[in-house]
């Protein structure tokens, strides 16, 4: 069995993998995202957070390292940065994904430059929305995903989204982290994966070792969403989308909930760590296949991983298989 769906050939990727964008006040790597394009799955560059300069220098690196292998530059609506997007549009990688709000223009705009579009969507009606707006592909994203989401569940949403949009394809994104995950998305009518936290554990990954340690020690109950989050970072006045993000518990977390007089002090000193590059000790974004996630290794053995355990899975499932895979 190999998997290969119709997405894989819309993409030009071999295996219907893709790594989701990791933004954010810390540097995860260019190397990550050519690692997954190399390993024949599809690679995000996340612009938030960068200046226009530092992710034209991505964008060029990544196509230097993937030698025409395809690879995703995702923006977001939290806040939308038009500087960013007139680079990315400028360097017309092959995919454009967009989070976090309406799709708007984006998707002619991003079209016009001859890039295909993904939009992540948390509800139905987003996902509606998004394929009237004529994206290429859906990302239906759950309530258990690392980073901002709603708050229904992968399990409930990818199925609804499926019959909503079809024939678009959709990407599962939430809580999967391993083959079976992949093998249950495939079931649920979904073409692929679209992984966060897991990429988050690979070698490639440029964030903190502490991050990465705690990540492979982490209980799914750890990763808790974080309620106060748009106090920290104001979400857009218009075309944005109600999420919450999900994050490894941390000191800081406690104490906004345990302190609610100091606020304004606890805001000052989270603006103070995301200047000095320590936003991670105070607002790790993850997921909760946090729990699903031992060890660090190498990005393409994630990729490997995912392929040869989904195929087991799915083995299994259809009744040819003996015994509980894995
Ligand atoms: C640290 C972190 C940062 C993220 N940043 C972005 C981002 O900039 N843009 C985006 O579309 N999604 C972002 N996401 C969401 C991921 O791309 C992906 O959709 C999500 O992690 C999937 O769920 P999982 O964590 O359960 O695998 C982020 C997720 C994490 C964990």
């Given amino acids: ?128 929305r998004a394929a009237e707006a004529g994206v290429d592909v859906i990302v239906a994203q759950g309530a258990e995903a690392g980073g901002f989401s709603g708050g229904i569940g992968t399990l409930a949403l990818v199925p609804q989204v499926v019959d909503a949009v079809a024939p678009v394809p959709v990407l599962a994104a939430g809580g999967i982290a391993d083959g079976r995950g992949l093998a249950a998305a495939l079931v649920l009518g979904a073409q692929g994966v679209n992984v966060g936290t897991r990429f988050l554990g690979s070698t490639e990954a440029a964030i903190a070792q502490t991050w990465k340690r705690a990540i492979v020690e982490a209980q799914s109950e750890d990763a808790v969403k974080v309620g106060f989050a748009d106090e920290l970072v104001p979400p857009p006045s218009e075309g944005g989308w109600l999420t919450v993000p999900r994050a490894l518990r941390t000191a800081f977390i406690d104490r906004w909930s345990d302190e609610p007089d100091e606020t304004a002090a606890l805001r000052a000193e989270f603006a103070e760590a995301m200047r000095s590059g320590r936003a991670h000790d105070y607002l790790p974004l993850t997921g909760q296949s946090a729990g699903l996630i031992h060890e660090v290794i190498p990005a393409a053995e994630i990729v490997g991983r995912l392929i040869g355990e989904a195929e087991a899975a799915l083995t299994f499932a259809s009744g040819a298989g003996a015994g509980v895979p894995r």
């Fill in 1 to 128: 069995m190999t998997l290969h769906t119709p997405l894989c050939d819309l993409l030009g990727i071999e295996h219907p993998v893709v790594q989701g964008p990791l933004g954010g006040p810390w540097d995860v790597s260019v190397e990550l995202v050519a690692a997954v394009s190399n390993a024949g799955g599809l690679g995000s560059i996340a612009a938030a957070f960068k200046e226009p300069d530092q992710l034209r220098d991505e964008i060029r690196r990544c196509a230097l390292l993937t030698q025409g292998r395809p690879f995703a530059v995702n923006h977001t609506r939290r806040p939308f940065d038009e500087e960013a997007f007139a680079v990315t549009l400028e360097e017309q990688p092959p995919v454009v994904s967009l989070a976090l709000g309406e799709p708007g223009d984006v998707v002619q705009r991003a079209h016009d430059a001859g890039s295909l579009v993904v939009l992540q969507v948390t509800t139905v009606g987003q996902a509606v």
